[in-house]
């Protein structure tokens, strides 16, 4: 999979890609990510990017010249990718995009800078818009960064073992269970005795409560579209009924 970042800051790119999992998926040919320079495509002596808005106002507008032109050249080595943009004015982000996403076979992140893009570019150029939440940053690349994180993570071979992220919190629509590794008791707390069973289907149910725990406890929003059997809205029944919930099967 092609992930092509068009930005101002193309340095902001290097370590992030670098390192850990994405360095050796990358080194592997796992996938391929390029940052590119907007400027690259911009014309006269100054390449300049951005001018101030028509009808007033504070701060300068990416003009839409330069993107077309570097969308256009990326279309041509990768004609497939879809055009994304980061903006505080997208969707927001979620497990069920990156999941969608990876599908693709190419990526092109829009990273604005200032004011943001002239509106021209949004329509005809972009084929989603993408926001990591309700606050705003100095640019895109940050999101773009944090969006391929969580798209290429989900190609294979990236990851160690592909069930990895089949545990992930949000990967069945509920926040993942609690990890325990050793030492068995730490400063007073010890792992759940279940753990330590050997039972594995105890183990399972443990684990599937924990989930619908945590959910309920801090995102019960998800619980409205996580996909929910009998026995998990049963058991989401006992914690609405009491405050103190069992925590190992019996």
């Not at 999941?99 to 990273?111: A, D, H, Q, V, Y």
């Not at 609690?178 to 759940?192: A, D, S």
Request: glycine share 8%; with cysteine.
């Amino acid at each position: 999979m092609i992930f092509d970042i068009l930005t101002l800051f193309p340095e902001m790119c290097s370590s992030p890609l670098g390192a850990s999992i994405l360095g050796r998926a990358i080194e592997q040919n796992r996938l391929t990510v390029r940052a590119h320079n907007l400027r690259d495509w911009a014309l006269g002596r100054h390449q300049t990017t951005d001018d101030t808005p028509y009808g007033g106002g504070d701060g300068m507008v990416m003009k839409p010249e330069p993107v077309f032109r570097a969308v256009e050249a990326l279309k041509k080595v990768s004609p497939a990718s879809k055009v994304l943009l980061m903006t505080p004015q997208g969707q927001p982000f979620s497990q069920a995009h990156a999941r969608r996403l990876s599908g693709e076979s190419g990526l092109i992140f829009l990273c604005g800078r200032y004011e943001g893009f002239d509106e021209r570019i949004r329509q005809s150029m972009v084929d989603e818009e993408f926001s990591i939440g309700d606050f705003v940053l100095t640019g895109g690349e940050l999101p773009a960064l944090l969006m391929i994180d969580a798209i290429a993570r989900l190609l294979p071979g990236v990851l160690g073992r592909a069930s990895s992220a089949e545990t992930d919190s949000f990967s069945d629509g509920l926040l993942e269970y609690p990890q325990y590794t050793r030492p068995v008791e730490f400063e007073g707390q010890k792992v759940p005795d279940v753990l330590l069973s050997g039972d594995h289907g105890r183990i399972a149910q443990w684990r599937r409560q924990q989930q619908l725990l945590r959910t309920w406890q801090r995102r019960p929003d998800l619980l409205s579209t996580a996909p929910l059997t009998d026995e998990d809205r049963a058991f989401l029944e006992t914690c609405n009924r009491s405050d103190s919930v069992i925590i190992q099967p019996k």
